[in-house]
């Protein structure tokens, strides 16, 4: 447990710039919502793998209540583990997330009804997922995936993937291997743009084809007219 939050505790200052100004290390310990959200997870785990009824649910109710961050003593959380900012990040029970994986504020990796045994997403290793993003149910998200803030995902990912939209549509795929996690979460393609400028684009050879086909409807007319004559 202690090497695993050694870990979270580094991830912190890997990925978010503020974390190295001086005196960083006593300001993360004291003021960051998302390592006192996980530090709190990893004693609740531990209670709950030892089938301690009760206190690990109670623990991490207070954990929410001061760090606006709910996470099931239930869910499975690899080393590496950063939540930025953290406000409204919610983790059902059945959740899996891998190694060196980053969600930022108002994530929620959730079930999708009332289905019993596991119903909440499992996430590869050096995923980032956006603010307000969405996973939903019972799927598997590759490693290496980018899920753009606000976008919904119900659907399993394949690695290396871009993912953005509601609902969630893949974007963009890498063939290689992403050696270091990618924050530049804001810089994705968005599906609705690219959506309407296909629209435009299917509109405009409508019309091209209609003005195609009034054309040698005219000749077609002329022509008659021409034979009549």
Same mark, same amino acid.
């Given at each position: 447990?202690?090497? &695993?939050?050694?870990?979270?505790? #580094?991830?912190? !200052? ?25 530090? &709190? ?7 709950? #793998? ?8 109670? !623990? &991490? ?19 590496? !583990? ?6 409204? +990040?919610?983790? @059902? ?48 998200? @590759?490693?290496? +995936?980018?899920?753009?803030?606000? &976008? ?11 993912? +953005? ?9 890498? @063939? #290689? #291997? ?52």
């Amino acid at each position: 447990m202690f090497v &695993s939050l050694y870990k979270d505790y #580094k991830a912190i !200052f890997e990925r978010d710039p503020a974390a190295r100004s001086f005196g960083g290390a006593l300001e993360v310990l004291l003021t960051y919502p998302g390592f006192h959200a996980i530090i &709190s997870h990893r004693f609740c785990h531990f209670l709950y #793998k030892l089938h301690i009824p009760f206190f690990p649910r109670l !623990f &991490s109710q207070i954990t929410k209540f001061f760090t606006g961050i709910e996470i099931h003593p239930g869910a499975t959380i690899g080393t590496g !583990f950063f939540i930025d900012h953290g406000m409204g +990040v919610v983790i @059902g029970e059945t959740t899996e997330i891998g190694e060196n994986v980053t969600l930022y504020q108002g994530v929620t990796l959730g079930g999708t009804g009332k289905e019993k045994g596991k119903r909440h997403p499992t996430l590869g290793n050096n995923v980032v997922v956006g603010a307000g993003a969405k996973i939903l149910g019972n799927i598997i998200i @590759g490693n290496n +995936v980018k899920v753009g803030a606000g &976008s919904v995902v119900v659907d399993p990912i394949p690695d290396n993937c871009t993912v +953005v939209g509601v609902p969630g549509e893949i974007v963009r795929v890498h @063939g #290689k #291997k992403i050696d270091e996690v990618n924050l530049d979460h804001g810089d994705l393609p968005h599906p609705v743009q690219e959506h309407m400028n296909k629209l435009k684009q299917e509109i405009e050879e409508l019309n091209k084809y209609i003005r195609d086909f009034k054309q040698e409807c005219e000749m077609y007319r002329h022509k008659m007219k021409k034979d009549m004559e």
